[in-house]
């Protein structure tokens, strides 16, 4: 394969090279994405050269590699895309071949040539054999047949024309820029002078790609430094238990130990665990393995420390830890890696933080299988990929992993020291007055330690200040929406944002739905405010990164590789950078604290994604604060009910005992009245008959013996014998209606009491009100100045009612002793004004007292339902007395006047004894009306 002279003498390169060049420059320099970089170059120079396949190949460290980009024309050559090569495919001649001259090699397989073709021109241009390429200097080589062992190698690819350019990087060779033609072809200075700047421009792209690589290994290091610190500085006491698994997590680990030493020997040594294989390896309880001897003296004489003997890495316990650190039970888990911590702060060791790795597996895709020991021997017939698993691999801890252990470890030392100083300076506080007497010396000594440490408290008090601002405000106020607003509005002024918001959840809504309850936004932005919000992206995409507690610090929404559904959302609400910090309900994702930027793109500083960390944590528990609130509430409620509902049984218990009683009393009084009433009634009738007789016999005499003796005309006048002759027939009549009287007295108090009948029985609802009358007769009839009360009574046709009789009867009993209550209040009122009236010498308006009445109807409106009113012409009663009227112990009388509990027991016998209706209708001064509803047939419910 030779040059053609007028390329060779040609100065300029053409318009399509020239295009193709600025094309690549343009890639390198708009995009930092590597592979997209390459596959783009890959398929460029394809096209360019019009070759089959070109491809990319990068070393790895164990001089092995793999197709990293490909272009294929038409599938004429297989893919080797993704596979990779051993070592031995590329000897270590050729590539130093490649490295210290630059070289670049042309296989011409039909005439198996191989040219080499250095960036600066050798002066040799004849051919030369194997034997002497091995031994002639790198700068004379130019031309020599190529090795049959390569070109079966190539063959076996289907190749027959090769162009290999290095892609080098510092001096060391990245990778290769490989392109194969299935036929025989002439490759022009032209051309290879095109590949070589195309692969110079790769190393640029590579080179920046590593930059952008770097930083973003920077700012992951520096996110998962404050999510460790956002544990480390917690308000509360540390949780080591999650700091642990935290950083066990950011490195991958399987399991990881905590060892603290305490420097108070009372104190047991503080040890936390992670992972199942780790637990295990304590030989007792009381002695873990970081305060045995064996430990320390092991990582003391380990040559894996780093600078500063503060950190020590095994990728194999088994192959580069000592001896004695092998005696633990390391054996019986799958731990083959090791990295331990040295907790020191300043000249104060503080104890060790273990992290362990477990052995891998790992899947090679190889191009073609191949046996080293025969490599060299005979080339692989068949370049089809096989797959190669390898178990019991180790798994190396990074350089980048490393960096990040000792800024990790210097964190926590620091944190853990000042952690445990303020534990010191609580008990010390705590026990000040018991112990001042005894420590006076002690704090004279220590007096410039307590300085330097206070020096140290205050710049952490300084950082913590304004986050107390707003946890004060938080805990000022059980109010959730009082908290909310207070905390956006301290938050937005803190870190002087455009808008925050707090975004609930709907329940039930996967996180796909909800709203913005508080917000604190500048009035140059829309509110947010109750809008509802769709998203389905957030519920199938990021739900569960924030419930795990993931927080989102977008500097440019565009930029920061959002689905496309969500940066919708964002762009409607003019959000140009944002910060989302999940607010957690325990563990479960409750809504988010979001801080918006809506003017321009803002760079998140790692104190504001801290500050904001710590508000959603003090919100997380202001929510569980609000709900167990709301749950006491509602308890509280609950037992207020309870409560009520108890008095008020025991009210209606007290009032059905007291009328049970009186209703005994009632029965026994009547019972032994009506015995002796019965008696004389019984014996009037005879005392009658023989006073007239007597009399007849007196006047017989009289008759006939019209002239008395002396002696009797005396009697006869001392005794006044015509006016008893008179006056006993009339007394005896008297004496009858009185009898009678008694006997309907009590028959009424016998029908009230109802003692004879039982609890549930038919009975004439008209009988027992007239009962009731008859009892309540004195308070009706005049007396006095009270001219008394007039009962009208409308009785309409009424079914006999099944009930419970004394019941209903201590009903009506309320009813109209309420109604003659209010009656004679009006008409004392009225009758004292119409007598001040009556004194003053000039005319006054009417003040004729009206006659007070009450009116009673009964009617049976349809089959199975009757209706009682009691209607009076009283003062009336107010709306605001009405929504009161049947609650206990509400009255509207004088003190030792009434108990309040008539109306309320009288409306529990009709609506929950009887299933009726008890209302009450009543206007100020048009009177009031009692209305019962009653089913004649009772159903207990």
């Known amino acids: 394969m030779i040059f053609s002279k007028f390329d060779q003498e040609k100065s300029q390169l053409s318009r399509d090279q020239i295009a193709l060049l600025h094309r690549m420059v343009d890639r390198v320099q708009r995009s930092l994405e590597l592979t997209e970089i390459l596959s783009t170059a890959a398929a460029e120079i394809r096209a360019f050269l019009a070759v089959d396949r070109v491809k990319v190949y990068r070393f790895d460290v164990d001089a092995s590699g793999e197709v990293v980009a490909e272009s294929i024309l038409d599938d004429r050559l297989p893919t080797l895309l993704g596979l990779r090569f051993p070592a031995d495919d590329i000897p270590p001649y050729a590539r130093e071949l ?422 604190d936004v500048l009035p140059d932005y829309d509110s947010v405010l109750a809008v509802k919000i769709h998203d389905h992206c957030f519920g199938e995409q990021y739900a569960a990164h924030y419930q795990s507690g993931r927080i989102q610090a977008v500097n440019n929404i565009h930029s920061a590789g959002l689905s496309p559904c969500h940066i919708e959302v964002l762009a409607q609400f003019q959000i140009k950078a944002n910060l989302v910090v999940p607010l957690l309900k325990g563990k479960d994702l409750w809504g988010l604290l979001c801080i918006h930027q809506c003017d321009m793109h803002r760079d998140w500083e790692p104190a504001d994604i801290e500050f904001a960390t710590q508000i959603a944590i003090q919100l997380g528990v202001a929510i569980q604060q609000a709900e167990l609130l709301y749950q006491t509430q509602q308890q509280a409620r609950q037992l207020s009910h309870t409560l009520r509902d108890l008095q008020q049984t025991q009210t209606s218990l007290i009032q059905n005992e007291k009328m049970s009683g009186l209703g005994q009393l009632v029965a026994g ?121 007039e009962v009208v009574k409308n009785y309409g046709k009424l079914p006999l009612v099944e009930c419970f009789a004394g019941q209903l009867n201590q009903v009506f009993m309320n009813v109209l002793c309420n109604a003659i209550d209010a009656l004679e209040e009006k008409t004392k009122k009225a009758i004292a004004a119409q007598k001040q009236h009556l004194t003053k010498p000039v005319p006054a308006p009417s003040c004729e007292v009206q006659a007070p009445t009450i009116h009673i109807l009964t009617e049976a409106p349809k089959p199975g339902l009757i209706k009682i009113r009691f209607r009076d012409n009283g003062p009336g009663i107010s709306e605001t007395v009405q929504a009161k009227i049947f609650d206990p112990f509400f009255t509207t009388k004088a003190i030792g006047h009434g108990t309040g509990l008539g109306l309320s027991i009288s409306y529990q016998i009709v609506v929950d004894k009887h299933h009726g209706i008890f209302r009450c209708i009543s206007q100020p001064g048009k009177g009031t009306e009692f209305l019962i509803e009653l089913p004649t047939m009772l159903r207990v419910r």
């Open 98 to 519: 490649f490295v210290k001259a630059k070289m670049r090699t042309i296989v011409n397989v039909a005439e198996q040539t191989i040219l080499f073709s250095p960036l600066e021109a050798m002066p040799s241009t004849r051919t030369l054999t194997v034997e002497e390429v091995q031994q002639q200097p790198l700068v004379d080589l130019l031309q020599r047949p190529v090795d049959p062992c390569h070109v079966e190698y190539l063959t076996a690819m289907g190749v027959q024309a090769s162009l290999v350019v290095p892609i080098l990087r510092q001096e060391r060779l990245w990778g290769l820029f490989v392109v194969h033609h299935s036929q025989p072809r002439l490759m022009t200075e032209t051309e290879l002078q095109v590949v070589q700047l195309i692969a110079d421009h790769i190393a640029v792209a590579i080179a920046q790609a590593e930059l952008h690589i770097q930083a973003q290994e920077k700012a992951r290091r520096e996110l998962l430094v404050n999510q460790v610190n956002s544990l480390l500085h917690a308000e509360v006491a540390l949780n080591f238990q999650a700091i642990l698994e935290e950083i066990v997590s950011i490195f991958n680990g399987s399991g990881g130990r905590l060892c603290l030493f305490v420097n108070d020997p009372a104190q047991p040594t503080q040890l936390y665990t992670c992972g199942q294989s780790v637990t295990r390896l304590d030989r007792s309880e009381n002695s873990p393995i970081e305060v045995q001897p064996i430990w320390q003296s092991s990582l003391k004489a380990s040559p894996n420390a780093a600078p500063g003997c503060n950190l020590w890495t095994f990728t194999d316990l088994y192959g580069e830890a000592p001896v004695l650190l092998q005696n633990f039970n390391f054996q019986s888990t799958l731990v083959r890696g090791l990295m331990v911590w040295s907790l020191r702060y300043r000249q104060q060791f503080l104890g060790y933080l273990s992290i362990f790795r477990d052995e891998v597996e790992r899947e090679i895709q190889w191009a073609g299988e191949f046996d080293p020991d025969q490599r060299q021997l005979r080339p692989r017939q068949s370049f089809k990929e096989w797959r190669e698993l390898k178990k019991g691999q180790l798994n190396p801890w990074s350089h980048t992993e490393i960096e990040l252990a000792q800024t990790l470890r210097h964190h926590c030392s620091m944190a853990i020291q000042q952690y445990q100083l303020f534990q010191r300076v609580q008990i010390l506080n705590a026990n000040l007055e018991q112990q001042v007497q005894e420590r006076t010396a002690q704090l004279e000594k220590t007096l410039s330690q307590a300085i330097a440490q206070s020096q140290q408290l205050s710049q952490f008090a300084e950082r913590r200040k304004s986050l107390s601002m707003v946890v004060s405000a938080i805990r000022a106020s059980l109010d959730l929406n009082t908290i909310f607003q207070t905390t956006a509005t301290e938050v937005r002024h803190l870190l002087n944002a455009d808008r925050v918001g707090v975004f609930q959840f709907y329940p039930e809504s996967n996180f796909d739905d909800g709203e913005f309850i508080a917000e």
């Open 669 to 789: 009084v009547a019972h032994e009245i009506n015995n002796p009433v019965n008696f004389i009634y019984g014996n009037l009738n005879h005392a009658t008959e023989y006073t007239h007789d007597l009399l007849a016999l007196l006047k017989l005499y009289q008759q006939h013996y019209p002239n008395p003796t002396p002696a009797i005309c005396d009697k006869i006048q001392e005794i006044d014998l015509d006016f008893l002759i008179t006056d006993l027939p009339s007394m005896l009549g008297s004496m009858k209606v009185g009898a009678d009287r008694i006997r309907q007295i009590v028959l009424s108090l016998r029908n009230f009491s109802r003692l004879d009948h039982a609890a549930m029985k038919q009975v004439d609802i008209h009988e027992g009100i007239d009962s009731t009358l008859m009892i309540l007769q004195h308070r009706l009839k005049a007396r006095g100045d009270f001219p008394g009360i």
